[in-house]
């Protein structure tokens, strides 16, 4: 499924990984100022934030899986199939479709404080972008350099939770996933003492024997606890190198190796990718499953005043760098 | 600590994590056929195979972690404290240091075969390198394309184990560690159906829940089922480029994230370089923890027949590719 | 803290075990029909059903932590710290304080159908027994013969769940205990087959090894997930004495030892009685920390149209038979 | 399978499960001191110390199960299928069938310091008690007030290990058994702090919650890893009742409860037995899967100058307690 983080140095980071079996076409684009966002329901979002994220663009438009804006806010979308629940628009309210939640919050907030605040009155509907196309069951993290949200829309109704912890996974819903961190509460860093009885000589025999009892396996709330572990203790310099290199440690402890999560018959789901967007920046860094060197497209070297998607294919082929 | 593993697809490929809280100052050497190992206990070591691999090197000496000759052999030594022993020079033996055990067997032995025979006759004794220099305490994963041991220098003696699985990590001993995946036998990388009780309708929830119980902390023991797990279930293409890079998802499943593994005030181990040989063709990549970029020094382009090391300077600095 | 469980076989048994650092001076209490309840909020509850359990007798009234009624309905109250939570008195609604529920639940409905209906329009209030008494945070698990259902008040108001597994303990809230069961479907009581990899040969060294996983401690979600595993795999005999003595080993299960629990200096929660009622006979069995055989009190051979509370002592000390 | 355990207040507990699908005619046999005893490789024992445990007689012999002598000495044989391995007769060494090392050890030995220089010349061999009757493959558990140690006959030799924890399972060999104990370490009987991360806040929801990561199953190293946790960490009064109590509760942690470990169609391992000898005393209690009230068997009572096998059936019903 996916995993997304945020990390904070000197500068702000938010990205994820993708896992999936296959590949929709995914680039990097930058949606400048002026490019205009018809919505489904009437209106449009136009003279809005530039965002970069990346994204599958149809019929010119960027269906952003994750995605930062020019002011600093970050969101991403992850798979919550089964739990999430579209509604149908209902007058009075604005009525956001799943596919335009990034660019309608990303074009018109430059925090999570007014996203919370334009979010009162959205009611996310179950429109399809194309007829055909099935709608994606979603659920969302949002993020900025002071505070980090969790947007659910279940049955019962759309749930917005604090985010202390910075990442979000998929299934379950956001409470049963931090409620379960508390079984792993008595985890460390650093090796522990004998507890088990005082009267037995029992011994580190390795580093690293303080996290015994972290999941390793590829579900979506064993990665959830794992990453918030990984996250949770990072450590790094806070120059721009050393940051975004942690970062991808990070979501590199949630990656999901071909042949370890069978679908069916030759199925296997991957991390097709991971991201890492210095929010203060607008640099958008990312590898691929087959590339990992990182690579970066910086969204301040577009015009941002345009009116056009910018897009960027991936380098998917492994960048080996030869020294003779 | 470390991390070693084997991969095959059309080749054969060796490498392993390095992980330790500071470096001793690694490069990539090349040692041709003429360059002279001066053996501790008498003779010398001369005329023999080339090899290349991650070393330390002191007084023109290189101390080789891991390394694989031009015959397609690969060694590396991984830390095995409190268990390895080490013994006094015995007459009518071949007496080697454990410093020299990498050179002294991939310079006589082109397969595993003829490195059990050499082994038969070896007695591993404990002369540091330098007088003041602790003697590191290690075991060894030695393979080729067609079969892979471990050797372990106990205090009850040497131990030589078939390694069915072409992976090591430190401590327990191997047995112990092989005796133990016993207990992941029922872990699968499909999802797996509800065994609990045919009367209460349980969910898979998410992908990959086959895998759980699948330990995801970095102490040895943990590394080893997890590695092994990764190891055995990975598919890849066979190309060199896919092979390489499967493989570095495969040692990336036990990648030590700073902040994870606390030694003390301010100290942490981190895996400060990961490698993978390719040992058909000589060829060693690898990363470090700050360039997610593979580099790769390339053997043959060295003249195998000199007398002098060959030593290429890691390249640590994240190499970031700017798209725009 | 306390698990309950229900059992089934030719007749129907519900039982629980109570653990705490201290007894309050528990009895098996009889309350025949005419015993009569003064309710907190005005009228009184007389001319009841019967009813049987364990309960601390207070100013002549029957604080029952379990009990079931002449009809065959039980109820029982576990902890439920941090969770419960109980509203003020209502018009309009039936006022009920915790310490009231088990009655007037056990007096009024005959099934679980009976009790969905009554609890439509209560209103769980939270008046203490005596001023100084603290109120306790309770949920129910409420079972006849045909169906378990799970009744908590909390913040957010009433919760009435379907319990298929018929087993309760206490944190978190019965719909994560629910979820959580997922992560176990794979749990079974056969050993399982070999599915880590197809090329290594891994052993079932033992029997019992398809239960892996389960947990062991005695924390409150870990004992649900255990004694469900039990109960729903458990076999008997349909005798009376054969479904006793099974319903004992499946609470022994989840048995708290002294010592296994600390809740500070010299202060041990352990399981101070274990009860099972056969709901279909009014036979009330039960047997304590210290004294293993199994005690019982028949509620048909008390007077069920008294208007007294017939009351017995627990046999507390161990009943060892010598046998010579 | 089976478990053995240690326990000492005032007085020395020595007692284990018998965990089996079928039972073979078990008895309290009390071995009076004039019983003689043919050894297979010649010789007899006469004039012994008396003992008493939980035997199978077969022609006037008492197959011991578990046993302890009038001096205090205790010995339990337990599975060690596919480990154990016993010899051809070697001359010179004190040739002993597998079903004679009990009465052999407790027949001669007061101590265990004396059984350790009594095995000094001792050779386990193969020869099975009757013809057609599989050899049971075993290792044993021997104990006094003052020490315990684990006796195993392996491919490679025998080997005496001391056992430090006081309990016995079964697979894999105890060396594996007490190295796997280090895994655990950390669990504790209190509750822990938050260690995972000093910014979130996680919650101890439940008591207990500090032996979180103990495992549940009835799996021979999983049901070793909970009694050595239950066992060490055991309190109770030290009168013999309050003892007694105790020790059940112990072995109580590693009960098998009928369902939970199926072998095959309709076959089920379950504790088919429990006992407890106080060392001190020569009471044998025990109680049975169906028989939940402890019994004992006093040998004091009986004429030890005897020469013939007094023998007590167990008793297996349910005895419960009508208290109106």
């Given at each position: 499924m996916c995993t997304a983080a945020t990390y904070k140095t000197k500068?702000?980071?938010f990205g994820?990984?993708?896992d999936y079996e296959i590949s929709y076409g995914d680039q990097v684009v930058i949606t400048p100022r002026n490019y205009v966002f018809d919505l489904r329901e009437?209106?449009?979002?136009?003279?809005?934030?530039?965002?970069?994220?990346?994204?599958?663009?149809?019929?010119?438009?960027?269906?952003?899986?994750?995605?930062?804006?020019?002011?600093?806010?970050?969101?991403?979308?992850?798979?919550?199939?089964?739990?999430?629940?579209?509604?149908?628009?209902?007058?009075?309210?604005?009525?956001?479709?799943?596919?335009?939640?990034?660019?309608?919050?990303?074009?018109?907030?430059?925090?999570?404080?007014?996203?919370?605040?334009?979010?009162?009155?959205?009611?996310?509907?179950?429109?399809?972008?194309?007829p055909d196309l099935p709608v994606a069951q979603l659920h969302w993290i949002i993020a900025d350099k002071e505070e980090c949200i969790t947007l659910e829309s279940l049955e019962e109704g759309m749930k917005i939770y604090d985010n202390p912890v910075g990442v979000l996974t998929n299934n379950p819903p956001f409470n049963y996933q931090m409620f379960n961190l508390n079984n792993y509460m008595q985890l460390a860093v650093e090796n522990r003492s004998n507890t088990f009885s005082e009267n037995l000589e029992l011994n580190q025999y390795s580093r690293g024997m303080g996290g015994m009892g972290l999941p390793g396996d590829l579900s979506s709330q064993s990665r959830f606890v794992r990453v918030a572990f990984v996250k949770m203790n990072s450590l790094s310099g806070d120059s721009e190198e050393e940051s975004v290199s942690q970062f991808f440690h990070?979501?590199?402890?949630?990656?999901?190796?071909?042949?370890?999560?069978?679908?069916?018959?030759?199925?296997?789901?991957?991390?097709?990718?991971t991201s890492c967007c210095n929010t203060d920046k607008g640099i958008y860094y990312y590898n691929t499953?087959?590339?990992?060197?990182?690579?970066?497209?910086?969204?301040?070297?577009?015009?941002?005043?345009?009116?056009?998607?910018?897009?960027?294919?991936?380098?998917?082929?492994?960048?080996?760098?030869?020294?003779?």
């Open positions: 500068d702000f980071y994820r990984t993708l009437g209106g449009q979002l136009k003279n809005h934030y530039a965002m970069i994220g990346m994204a599958c663009v149809m019929e010119n438009y960027p269906l952003y899986y994750d995605a930062v804006n020019e002011k600093g806010l970050g969101i991403a979308g992850l798979n919550f199939v089964g739990n999430a629940s579209y509604k149908k628009p209902v007058e009075g309210k604005d009525n956001i479709t799943q596919f335009e939640l990034i660019p309608w919050i990303l074009g018109k907030c430059a925090t999570v404080k007014e996203a919370r605040q334009l979010l009162k009155n959205m009611n996310l509907i179950d429109t399809p972008f194309l990070i979501l590199g402890s949630v990656d999901q190796q071909r042949g370890c999560c069978k679908l069916g018959e030759d199925k296997y789901e991957i991390t097709l990718y499953y087959d590339n990992h060197q990182i690579s970066a497209v910086d969204m301040h070297k577009a015009d941002l005043e345009g009116e056009k998607l910018y897009t960027y294919a991936p380098i998917k082929g492994e960048q080996i760098r030869m020294q003779n």
